[in-house]
């Protein structure tokens, strides 16, 4: 058994996936490539406004549910009527709400199995309405030292207790404006309860300014950039968004890429050439960044300093006698103890209102199947973790050592980057020093690589370190599809 590690928890306090107008800080140059291209996209626009509507049942007695209407293919591009929402799909299998107040320093003394964090980040502005657009639910299993991360789109159109079905994103402000029993964090609580299946026991929201702030006082964060990614960033963050000419097309290739507050904003939230999913991927890659960070920097010894340094900039539930409390218990969870979760495809099924808004249809079955999943332990992890796999690269190419690592972390595999020997392997390799040379576990880490059987040397060695050696050679392709590594 592993126990809990504070560390992820803090460093869960410090995602968001939004951006500020505030001025740049000085910025070392990253290995980017920057395209200056004719601007044709609005940034970041939000297509549907919020409906308004008057609450149909009591704050405890959620919408009878109803039968849901039959899955069918993408719909054509002519607006469709869409598909009523079934909740509580899978209320029954978890545990009941908790008894106990989320405002105490009783974080792990809940009596559950798990604890469950809901991370926000939002577009919250001063005087303005908002939207979270950006919510990752993490689970904590402290007996098997165990986290779940799931990624919940924005756009996923749910049964709001005490409303109508709407968007998910939409429930936090809808709580603030009717007074409901918690506000908005309540609200949002109850409806993922209540349409997943989900308890959440504390809150931690951050907005645009929040977010650049707290990377900032970190230093910046390092994060393991495996595919290559372009999209539409502001000059300069104090420039006017709405002018057209402020925007450029903006790559970041595959590498460890070092990023301030503003750079590591835009990585996490834009989506404007590519999708709300690839945006959820990339909110984890940096969460999971943050966590690796602050295993590196003693944050521990700076929790106090931190803590007073950020705590104006996160709306939490969690006081620093909770993270106090976690603290004590020894920081022993690596990203190799992480799982990720994506709610998309084939979980979710695309749909047009009539009034010409994009909404994603829960398809009950299979995204029942992915929950359950993520809130059960990992008996699959625990044997991975009995693995251990000695990272080298094998190229002049800085970074693939640590890509391939992050890989195998998001895979359950515990992993050691070690100094290369020379910088001419043109084909990667796995070497088993195991003395079982067993072909399901070997095999295991080369479908994760992306590598064929070929790709195998078996050379048992009695007390080696590390059971397996991967070499990185000129033909590793770093890019991967983390949802895959829970399958």
């Not at 395209?35 to 626009?45: E, Q």
């Not at 959620?62 to 899955?71: A, E, G, N, W």
């Not at 502001?234 to 790559?251: G, Q």
């Not at 195998?456 to 890019?479: F, K, M, R, V």
Request: proline share 8%; with cysteine; net charge negative.
């Amino acid at each position: 058994m592993k126990p809990i590690c504070w560390r992820l928890i803090l460093s869960a306090l410090l995602l968001a996936g939004c951006g500020s107008n505030a001025p740049a800080q000085t910025q070392h140059p990253p290995p980017f490539i920057m395209v200056t291209s004719a601007w044709d996209a609005s940034p970041t626009p939000t297509p549907f406004q919020p409906v308004t509507w008057t609450p149909t049942g009591t704050l405890l007695s959620p919408p009878i549910p109803v039968t849901p209407s039959p899955v069918v293919a993408f719909p054509e591009a002519t607006p469709t009527e869409l598909p009523t929402v079934d909740p509580n799909f899978l209320i029954n299998t978890v545990a009941p709400l908790p008894t106990i107040e989320a405002s105490g320093s009783q974080v792990l003394n809940n009596g559950q199995e798990t604890i469950n964090f809901l991370l926000i980040g939002s577009d919250k502005r001063s005087g303005a309405s908002f939207r979270t657009d950006t919510m990752i639910v993490a689970i904590l299993r402290p007996n098997e030292g165990q986290v779940s991360l799931i990624s919940i789109p924005r756009d996923l159109w749910v049964s709001i207790p005490g409303g109508e079905n709407n968007r998910i994103n939409t429930a936090y402000q809808y709580g603030i404006s009717v007074g409901y029993p918690g506000g908005g964090p309540g609200l949002l609580k109850d409806t993922i309860q209540y349409n997943l299946g989900i308890r959440i026991d504390h809150t931690a929201m951050v907005d645009f300014d929040g977010f650049r702030k707290i990377v900032d006082t970190l230093g910046g964060v390092d994060i393991p950039v495996a595919c290559a990614y372009t999209d539409w960033k502001l000059i300069d963050p104090s420039y006017n968004p709405e002018i057209e000419a402020n925007w450029f097309l903006y790559t970041v290739n595959p590498g460890v890429v070092h990023m301030d507050g503003d750079l590591a904003l835009w990585y996490a939230r834009s989506r404007q050439k590519s999708s709300d999913f690839d945006r959820g991927r990339r909110q984890q890659e940096v969460l999971r960044a943050l966590f690796t960070q602050a295993l590196q920097a003693g944050t521990f010894t700076r929790l106090p300093e931190l803590y007073t340094n950020v705590k104006d900039s996160v709306e939490t539930d969690l006081g620093l006698g909770d993270l106090l409390q976690l603290a004590l218990y020894a920081p022993k969870m690596t990203n190799a103890d992480i799982r990720s979760y994506y709610i998309r495809p084939p979980y979710v099924t695309s749909w047009i209102t009539n009034q010409g808004a994009y909404v994603l249809s829960p398809n009950p079955e299979l995204l029942a199947q992915l929950l359950t999943e993520a809130l059960s332990p990992s008996s699959r992890t625990v044997q991975r973790q009995t693995v251990v796999i000695e990272v080298m690269n094998g190229t002049s190419i800085p970074g693939y050592e640590t890509l391939a690592a992050t890989r195998l972390n998001y895979a359950g595999f515990e992993t050691r980057v070690i100094q290369s020997d020379r910088q001419d392997y043109t084909y990667s390799v796995l070497v088993d020093r195991s003395l079982a040379q067993d072909r399901s576990v070997s095999n295991s880490i080369l479908n994760v690589m992306g590598m064929l059987t070929g790709s195998l040397i078996s050379a048992p060695q009695e007390n080696s370190t590390s059971q397996y050696l991967l070499i990185l050679g000129y033909d590793y392709q770093p890019c991967f599809r983390p949802e895959k590594m829970t399958e």
